[in-house]
Structures are given as structure tokens and as C-alpha cells.
């Protein structure tokens, strides 16, 4: 993987600052701004593909924004453990505080059980995701091609260290460039979030790639796996 080039390919394209700042405009509005995760994908499919032209515009916006909508859903299902997990322990503070019999110790250990849990699985999410997103992208944006769990962490786990990247990749972006969009306002978050989108995009693609031994072919489905995968 050229982890450089995630980070550099977008002003290759002549058009870059339009291309970027409509996404920043789009990010900006809510609802409308599921488009900018489906434009995200696009860009990681269009990597995964080995097409010329890397960075898309947004004349395909509707299309964008159904793929990004979908990508939501499984984003979400993916996430559910997490949020029915903090739910444990903020039921338990409510009723110690209601009873007040005691239970608020009992709650206090639970709340930080649940709290190691979370954040163990939060670092499983965030290296599963990236494959389930281009799995379902690949595969003709098809909700049941990213839900398909095994296949996703079969991908992460024989690939591990195309992952790795994507994940530290992804901290850096979430962690150093859009809380700079954050800091510069307006103006920051026309620049920093889809430019953090392509980011990830891009790496999301590669990571894709290299799983499926190979650029494959824009909009088929997700390889079948090969033989050693399942051991």
C-alpha cells in the first residue's frame, strides 16, 4: 500500500478545489451530507478498480447519496453492540439513583467493565468497517454484501497489516486534520472533511485491493475467498 499517496493524490486532479470545497459544502448541511460518505466510497472504488481519474466530481450526487445512506445502515448494525452496550450501565445509574440501595457501586464497576468492552470493540470496528464499506461497495452497493460479518473479519484478519495501515490512517485524520476544519470554522470544514473523506477513501480502496489479490473490476461483487482463508 502507498500510504503517501492517499494523502497526496487529490491535488493530482486539475480540479481539486472545486471538486473538495462542494464536498465541504455538502458536509455541512445534515442529511444531506450522507452523500459525502457515498462520494468517499466511490473514490475507494474507483482505487479498487485502477481507474485513471481518482478524485470524482459530483454530478452522480443522487448516486452518492443512496450508496451513503446504505453505507449509514451498515455503519450502524456494526455499531449496535457499542450502543446497547452504554445503555448497561446508564439503566443500572438510574435505577441506583432511584433506589439508592446500594447499587451505585455495583453500577460504578459494571459502567467500567462496560467501558473496556467498548472501547476493545470500538478498535475491532474500526478495522472492520473499512472492509465491510468496500465489500458492499463493490458488490453493486448491496446492504447484505456488507453485513456479511465473517467475510469482512476473515478479510481484516488474513490481511492484517493493509488494515493496520487504514486504521492508523484513519487516526490521523480523524485525530490531526478535521479537528484542524474544526478550529479554522466555516472555512476549515469546506477544506478538512472531504478532504479527510478522500483521505480514507483512498486508503480504503488500496486496503481492498491488495485483499482481493489485485485491482477488481469497478462495480462487480467481492471475490469469492481463496482457499486458505478458510484455513
Not at 445509574?93 to 472501547?119: E, H, K, R, W, Y
Not at 480514507?200 to 475467498?225: D, F, R, V
Request: hydrophobic share 55%; proline share 5%; glycine share 10%.
Amino acid at each position: 500500500m502507498d500510504f503517501g499517496k492517499a494523502f497526496s493524490f487529490v491535488f493530482e486532479d486539475d480540479t481539486w478545489l472545486k471538486k473538495i470545497i462542494l464536498g465541504g459544502i455538502i458536509a455541512i448541511i445534515p442529511i444531506v451530507d450522507f452523500a459525502l460518505l457515498g462520494w468517499m466510497l466511490e473514490i475507494g472504488r474507483r482505487v479498487a478498480g485502477g481507474e485513471a481519474e481518482v478524485l470524482p466530481g459530483w454530478e452522480d450526487f443522487g448516486t452518492y447519496f443512496i450508496r451513503g445512506l446504505k453505507a449509514f445502515v451498515v455503519s450502524f448494525v456494526y455499531a449496535l453492540p457499542i450502543l446497547i452496550l452504554e445503555l448497561c450501565p446508564l439503566t443500572l445509574s438510574l435505577l441506583s439513583g432511584q433506589n439508592n440501595n446500594g447499587m451505585g457501586a455495583a453500577a460504578s464497576l459494571i459502567s467500567l467493565l462496560v467501558s473496556c468492552v467498548v472501547f476493545l470493540y470500538s478498535i475491532f470496528y474500526a478495522f472492520v468497517l473499512p472492509a465491510a464499506l468496500m465489500r458492499f461497495t463493490m458488490a453493486s452497493d448491496s446492504i447484505g454484501a456488507g453485513l456479511a460479518f465473517g467475510e469482512a473479519i476473515t478479510m481484516v484478519k488474513d490481511y492484517l497489516s493493509a488494515y493496520l495501515i487504514v486504521f492508523l490512517g484513519s487516526l490521523i485524520v480523524e485525530a490531526v486534520i478535521a479537528p484542524i476544519g474544526l478550529i479554522a470554522c466555516i472555512i476549515g470544514i469546506l477544506f478538512t472533511f472531504p478532504y479527510a473523506a478522500a483521505v480514507e477513501g483512498h486508503l480504503y480502496g488500496q486496503a481492498y485491493a491488495e485483499a482481493t489479490g489485485g485491482l477488481a473490476t469497478a462495480g462487480s461483487p467481492p471475490p469469492p475467498a481463496p482457499a486458505d482463508w478458510n484455513g
